[in-house]
């Protein structure tokens, strides 16, 4: 086998490696799982990273086994939260788990047959047909509450300021402990992946799956890669507008595209190890290709790039970097009225805007009209009279004179125009 371990390292994956994994992953395909949180029905850029890990556990010829938690999602992983989190109903509950199966389909094929397929599972589906009872005579008698009360994630609740920790996430880790065992004896799964703020609760997986067999079947490994962050300390997938997502219902591909446009140079150089599979010979040679020009942002480009064809696709990102163009761009007309409604909202987001009456418009405007009585974008006729003789203004990217009439056959998408004065200077009309 490939070494993954060293792979994972130079990209700067990993955090904590529990003794033999390395060695293990060396030996033979092993089957290793990741879970993912259901509290939303799509999943942010937060959960690339361990996404990525199963698609390199796949690629170097390990088995990914992506767990979707139906049933931890019922109580609520408290690590890193200071307060108890609100529960989730049934229904969402259930609609959350169906929409992150869809997202991570995107990424592994778990129809395929090989013998180091990916593999889908959820939690509910095991937890569902065990009692209370049961439980805590099977399991919870495997681990002592001192070796529960020395995680950190109880610890800091504990000691910390607020109500304290409830029994129901308590006993969090000894759930997801117990998932690694059933993934172990159902799977042969061998191996745990997560965020490093997880390592307790891997680790107590690691020590049920010892407890509960004997020999060479009580074998069990652990690992974390490091949380994200950036450069300036502050949180890593965030926007302006909250969560960057990874479902384009939730963040447009235009805005994905440009979250990663936007990346500083430091992050970028971090980033295009973590987020994309270009090996490293390409990607340090991408790095100092940037630093000689930086202004031209290769690397952030290709970040850019890579992560929408990764999470969307090269159809997407075409189109992505047409809405980047419109603004910074060359674009024409036939360029805007390609974009969809949302697209063309958010490429102009924060610009001025005016609504014009479709009757207006059905009967044809002059453009003196347009610029100055119906929008405002000009103070009076003669100022927009001066700029369209010195030709500086332009309807949806191409240049007019003052005989121009706007009407209908100039609309995008059936219902805006953009007016354009000089190269900045941007007005949007919606049709009403």
Not at 208 to 213: A, D, P, T
């Amino acid at each position: 086998m490939k070494n993954i371990i060293t792979e994972l390292q130079w990209r700067g994956l990993v955090h904590d490696i529990m003794p033999g994994t390395e060695e293990q992953l060396l030996k033979e395909m092993t089957a290793t799982y990741i879970g993912f949180d259901p509290t939303s029905d799509s999943l942010h850029i937060g959960s690339l990273v361990p996404i990525i890990l199963l698609v390199h556990l796949k690629n170097f010829g390990h088995k990914p086994i992506a767990l979707v938690g139906g049933a931890t999602g019922m109580i609520g992983d408290p690590s890193g939260k200071s307060d108890e989190r609100n529960l989730l109903d049934e229904a969402t509950l259930n609609h959350n788990v169906e929409g992150i199966k869809g997202v991570l389909s995107r990424f592994l094929d778990f129809n395929a047959t090989e013998a180091n397929g990916a593999v889908l599972v959820n939690n509910y589906d095991w937890m569902k047909e065990l009692s209370f009872i049961n439980f805590a005579r099977d399991v919870g008698k495997r681990i002592t509450v001192n070796y529960m009360m020395a995680k950190d994630s109880v610890k800091k609740r504990l000691s910390g300021e607020g109500e304290g920790m409830s029994f129901t996430e308590f006993t969090y880790q000894l759930i997801q402990g117990y998932d690694f065992y059933h993934l172990h004896k159902e799977y042969n799964c061998l191996l745990q992946m997560g965020g490093s703020d997880q390592w307790g609760n891997i680790t107590t997986g690691t020590e049920l799956v010892r407890r509960m067999n004997v020999g060479e079947e009580a074998k069990a490994y652990a690992m974390t890669c490091p949380l994200i962050t950036k450069a300036d300390g502050s949180k890593f997938g965030k926007s302006e507008g909250g969560n960057v997502w990874l479902t384009a219902d939730k963040t447009s591909v235009y805005k994905f595209y440009q979250f990663w446009l936007n990346t500083t140079d430091v992050d970028a150089e971090k980033y295009i190890k973590i987020f994309t599979f270009l090996d490293q010979e390409t990607i340090e040679s991408l790095i100092e290709s940037h630093k000689e020009a930086p202004h031209q942002r290769a690397l952030q480009r290709k970040l850019a790039e890579e992560l929408t064809v990764f999470v969307h696709s090269k159809e997407e990102l075409e189109k992505a970097i047409k809405a980047s163009n419109i603004l910074f761009g060359n674009a024409t007309a036939d360029d805007l009225k390609e974009l969809d409604e949302a697209t063309f909202l958010e490429v102009f987001d924060g610009v001025p805007q005016a609504e014009i009456a479709r009757a207006d418009i059905e009967a044809g405007i002059e453009i003196i009209s347009v610029l100055n009585e119906k929008t405002g974008f000009f103070k009076s006729n003669g100022e927009a009279r001066r700029a369209l003789t010195a030709n500086s203004i332009a309807v949806n990217k191409e240049k007019v004179k003052e005989d121009f009439i706007l009407s209908e056959k100039d609309l995008i998408n059936n219902q805006f125009v953009l007016l354009q004065s000089g190269k900045k200077n941007y007005f949007v009309v919606r049709i009403v």
